[in-house]
């Protein structure tokens, strides 16, 4: 590790970093030094970018983000992709602070920096610094210090600026942090000193870019093994990679991750919390916009700190989830009965819960008859695709009717049934009827009834074990008594339920 440290260090001095022994004492409002250079500086204007940049950003997969993870180079070159980063806050957030964290691309220094004697201001206005919580960290911790200087001449915590001014309606307030370390020891220490602030009254921006100067090519792969490194959060993860990065010895690499040291803290705050998950949202590269070749190149990633429900919540869809699942069956079910085709989905486009590996059926009704019903139980696919295959199969592959018809589509109405996990049971009495579906396994028989066959037929308990036992599974009537059972509930929607 250390030999890496000392390779990441030179990277990084090579027209990066400048020593300096001493920082300047300075005091006030720390002024702008990015905008006219990384961003536009005339206010007007730099709404109007900002504007188009999350107009093309990937909308919010989760309400329940706890940090972020976005590159500081030009927007005209990152700033799409750290738009999709900034629109994973919700945008009526009330947070304590935002926390926003860089490393040091001009002065190499023990811990981290953090501005505590003045505000922060950018074409857009003034960003309010708790100067207050900023002095208590540096007091009661060795691993912060106030230098000035190290902050006067950094863009790579200041781009993030102008992004949290447009997005966020309420007012906030910042903790802004700059990272001179060389050291993964002192990325663990700055963890530990902003632990109590990590979590959901508190929101964390963490500045990088990742691979600087590569080919084209070379970037996108050697950028996506950081990434995956990074969302496995895993602090040994991602030194190994970086460190294997280093060993492959592609022509211009220079580093993987220039703020490696924020990212490592982040990692070091994350780490053995199973409630958290990473994931990525967008990635590019320079060579990706037309003011950027593709010989030497610097790549750009957004990621997502997520909180995941707990285990005993009922997992639940949005409305806007359920219908854009149902405007996916319709979709596809046009245009492969009447084009013979399969739209293609943006995966990142999905809400996190689209992008869940769940079972689902869909079914689809003429005239309030049965014109046909496919599912699939736990796949290891996301919701979304699921949900695509089984309307294709059920206009086309249900054995019980014929193909559904172009001329037909316009009568047929579709129902979505997401199914929960399975959970196998020990006792019948575990069943309640409408609320539970069934799963029956005996050998390699198996069959199943949808939670609404029981409200739909009015069935007993036994009438409804009976009958899937025989029809589906085609196992007796009494074939359920020595069978593997499990239960599943489903979230059942239609069309013309959210007009």
């Not at 001493?22 to 504007?51: C, H, M, S, W």
């Not at 799409?80 to 040091?104: K, R, T, W």
Request: proline share 3%.
């Amino acid at each position: 590790m250390k030999n890496l440290i000392k390779r990441i260090f030179m990277y990084l001095m090579m027209g990066l970093f400048s020593m300096s022994s001493a920082a300047q004492e300075q005091t006030g409002d720390r002024e702008p030094y990015a905008a006219g250079k990384f961003y536009i500086d005339n206010p007007v204007e730099l709404r109007e970018q900002l504007g188009e940049l999350f107009k093309k950003a990937r909308p919010k997969q989760d309400d329940h983000v706890r940090a972020i993870i976005v590159p500081h180079a030009g927007y005209v070159f990152s700033g799409e992709v750290a738009a999709s980063g900034f629109n994973q806050i919700p945008e009526n957030a009330n947070y304590d602070n935002v926390f926003v964290m860089a490393s040091s691309h001009r002065e190499a220094f023990k811990g981290a920096s953090i501005y505590a004697k003045g505000d922060y201001i950018t074409p857009l206005g003034k960003v309010r610094v708790n100067k207050k919580l900023a002095e208590e960290l540096i007091r009661d911790n060795d691993i912060f210090s106030f230098q000035a200087s190290a902050h006067k001449y950094e863009h790579s915590l200041e781009v993030q600026l102008p992004f949290l001014q447009y997005h966020l309606k309420n007012d906030f307030q910042i903790v802004p942090i700059v990272a001179g370390t060389q050291k993964l020891q002192d990325c663990a220490e700055i963890a530990d000193a902003l632990r109590p602030y990590f979590n959901e009254n508190n929101l964390f921006v963490i500045s990088t870019d990742f691979s600087h100067y590569p080919a084209y090519e070379d970037a996108k792969q050697i950028d996506s093994l950081t990434a995956a490194a990074i969302t496995k959060n895993s602090v040994d993860a991602l030194e190994q990679t970086l460190s294997a990065n280093s060993s492959k010895n592609i022509d211009n690499l220079a580093t993987s991750l220039c703020g490696w040291s924020s990212v490592f803290a982040l990692l070091n705050l994350t780490r053995n919390q199973e409630n958290l998950v990473y994931e990525d949202l967008q990635y590019m590269n320079s060579g990706d916009q037309a003011y950027g070749d593709k010989q030497q190149v610097v790549g750009y990633y957004s990621i997502a700190v997520y909180e995941k429900k707990k285990k005993d919540q009922e997992f639940e869809l949005s409305a806007e989830d359920k219908k854009r699942l149902l405007s996916i069956a319709r979709k596809t079910i046009k245009s492969y009965i009447t084009e013979g085709n399969t739209p293609d989905i943006k995966h990142e486009e999905m809400t996190e819960n689209l992008r869940m590996p769940l079972g689902a059926f869909v079914t689809l009704h003429k005239d309030g008859e049965l014109r046909g019903c496919i599912g699939r139980f736990q796949p290891e696919e996301p919701l979304y695709a699921v949900v695509q295959q089984m309307a294709i199969a059920a206009a086309t592959q249900d054995r019980r009717f014929s193909k559904v018809e172009a001329d037909e589509l316009k009568d047929i109405e579709i129902e979505v049934s997401v199914l929960t996990p399975m959970k196998r049971i020990d006792s019948i009495d575990e069943i309640e009827l409408g609320k539970h579906g069934i799963y029956i396994k005996k050998g390699y028989a198996s069959g199943t009834f949808l939670p609404q066959v029981a409200d739909k037929t009015n069935w007993t308990l036994e009438e409804f074990l009976g009958h899937c036992a025989k029809d589906k599974a085609r196992i007796g009537w009494k074939g359920w008594k020595n069978a593997e059972i499990y239960i599943y509930e489903a979230l059942i929607f239609k069309e013309g339920q959210f007009d």
